[in-house]
T-cell receptor, first 113, second 113 residues
């Protein structure tokens, strides 16, 4: 039962353009959504989060949008830089009253110089 | 350095053996989470401990067990190892609420031969 899905395993974008990574979820009880970035041979690092009571959160070049009716969130990176090349995981938490995160399978972003 | 320390970084062992993975959380964090990442898979939640007590359980096999000690470090024990247990095992810690994000360690790569 995959409650959090990232349907695009990979994405290539030109440097300076916008990267849009998508994530869908099935459990309406999730109350926080997060994005993590992972480089090879490192653990995932926290990027940005959004509460279910908001529809947008922005932090520098990174913006997360939440569409609760569609059970969909997206991460926008503008402008994309080669250093953004990594695997991006979306995660959701809150269902069941614990802080455990349910992760998607990840999207590998490649930013082309 | 994320502040979460995992040892060892790499482990190669034979089928049927037993191994122990160790995690020291970030200073001040009471929660420890264990995740498994198999090839091309997302991060699968295994188990959470909070201040020494089990808080949540995921798809953790009966051959696997974990504990959190009074000094808050945690150990994940994997026994009767099978080839399919080969994976990256991540530990993460957090100090509080769901939207704050975990801090992950760099992982232990387990190879079962």
């Amino acid at each position: 039962d995959q409650q959090v899905k990232q349907n695009s395993p990979s994405l290539s974008v030109q440097e300076g353009r916008i990267s849009i990574l998508n994530c869908d979820y099935t459990n309406s009880m999730f109350d926080y959504f997060l994005w993590y970035k992972k480089y090879p041979a490192e653990g995932p690092t926290f990027l940005i989060s959004i509460s279910s009571i908001k529809d947008k959160n922005e932090d520098g070049r990174f913006t997360v949008f939440l569409n609760k009716s569609a059970k969909h969130l997206s991460l926008h990176i503008v402008p994309s830089q080669p250093g953004d090349s990594a695997v991006y995981f979306c995660a959701a938490s809150g269902a069941g009253g614990t802080y455990k995160y349910i992760f998607g399978t990840g999207t590998r972003l490649k930013v082309l110089a | 350095d994320s502040g979460v320390t995992q040892t060892p970084k790499h482990l190669i062992t034979a089928t049927g053996q037993r191994v122990t993975l160790r995690c020291s959380p970030r200073s001040g964090d009471l929660s420890v989470y264990w995740y498994q990442q198999s090839l091309d898979q997302g991060l699968q939640f295994l188990i959470q401990y909070y201040n020494g007590e089990e808080r949540a359980k995921g798809n953790i096999l009966e051959r696997f067990s974990a504990q959190q000690f009074p000094d808050l470090h945690s150990e994940l024990n994997l026994s009767s190892l099978e080839l399919g247990d080969s994976a990256l095992y991540f530990c993460a810690s957090s100090g509080g609420w769901g939207g704050n994000g975990y801090t992950f360690g760099s992982g232990t790569r387990l190879t079962v031969v």
